[in-house]
């Protein structure tokens, strides 16, 4: 074995597949068998693996100027093109965008910038955030701490009391409603908790909430019609900002430029990071409103520096990657594309694991779903340490689709939005004979309910 951290694994089962090359949605092991890539990696390589216009464009830049940084002052064209094209694009007003790395930078980067802004019109109480419960917005300290995921948690004592997090209700219907509760009524239960929650903490001392559109690690996440608006409308009768994370639905992933276009969202904040560049090059985005970024100008002027950045923030190459990335998602109608294949892809995910005896709900949006895998139908029972989702992971696997089993039991897809219809069909098809080889097996170890 290697002397290498792997991140986000079982230190017991490090290296079991070795990935060695990629070409359109596929990729190869260094033993030559090939994989469609259903996650698109990390739901972040959506022109798939060989596109070489982005690689020239990156090539390019490195043959011009490989790095440069953008303290004090100095700057390159790659990066105010980039903010130039993103302020554009973005539904917030007037927004200026800071360059990171990934989307746990970025969100540790608005969590400072709360602070600052809150500091610099003379409301430093105003410092508390809500997330929610199955929320994941990264791992760094700040950003970890936003994500409500057990095993992101355990151990590693975030400091949540000190970083003033909130937690609040999942909106996931199908794992939370009560009894015979409707979906209208159980997004009234959770928006009322939601109030009360607010009130008794002051709504006063809190500055944001943020929330993934659609979410992603914590189960593809769909809330039910009606929770964005309700919530929405609760975030600005307190004066609470809406901190949207795009990491995984920016850039077409829902089939839309937006996740927030999809679910009816208007944000105040936004992260992005992935899809921005296909994954090519790492870079990611935090983007806040004129009127925050203004307010912050006169502190600069006294500290003498705005006092936040990394060495890589806006590095020429990813800037030079993320711009031919948006380039290509315009000229070629992949937002539209993604839609269209997108609505087919769910149509036939429904057609076929409905009525599948392991699965509980199918769920998602455009070209990113799941399923809740059960071991009863009828109650919607799980399984315990995520045995039918690590079944049905492997049992993809050795079908050649690499799939991902998110939240314990949901087998979540996320393919390039490059895919075809006539790729989706081959994807489901290996999905199914899959499904149905870990429902055999867990039946054979008599996890399935009678």
Known sequence: MAP?????????????????????????????NKYIEGLAGLWCTSLGYSNTEVMDAITEQMHKLPFTHTFGGKTHKPIMELAEKLKAMVPVEDAYIFFGNSGSDANDTHYKMLRYYFNAIGKPE????ITRERGYHGVTVAAGSLTSLPANLAHFDAPL???????SDAPHYYTGRQGNETEEQFVDRIISNLEEQILAEDPDTIAAM????????????????????KLQALLRKHGILVWADEVICGFGRTGADFGCTTMGIKPDLMTFAKQLSSAYFPISASVIPGWMYEAMIAQTKEVGVFGHGYTYSGHPAACAAALKTLEIYERDNLFEHAAEVGAYMQAQLRGIFTDHPLVGEVRGKGLIAALELVSNKTTGASFDKGA?????????????????????NALALCPPLIITKAEVDDMLARMKAAVDTAYAELQDKGLIAA
């Open 4 to 32: 290498v951290i792997y991140p986000t694994t079982n230190f017991t089962a490090t290296e079991q597949l070795c990935l060695d090359r990629g070409d359109g949605i596929y990729v190869y092991d260094t033993d030559g």
């Open 126 to 129: 105003k410092r508390k955030i």
């Open 161 to 167: 009391e000190a970083l003033h997090i909130l937690r």
């Open 210 to 229: 943020i929330v993934e559109p659609i979410t992603g690690a914590s189960g593809v996440i769909v809330p039910p019609e009606g929770y964005y608006e």
């Open 388 to 408: 039918a989702g690590a079944a049905a992971q492997k049992a993809c696997q050795d079908n050649g689709l690499i799939l991902r089993a998110v939240a314990g």
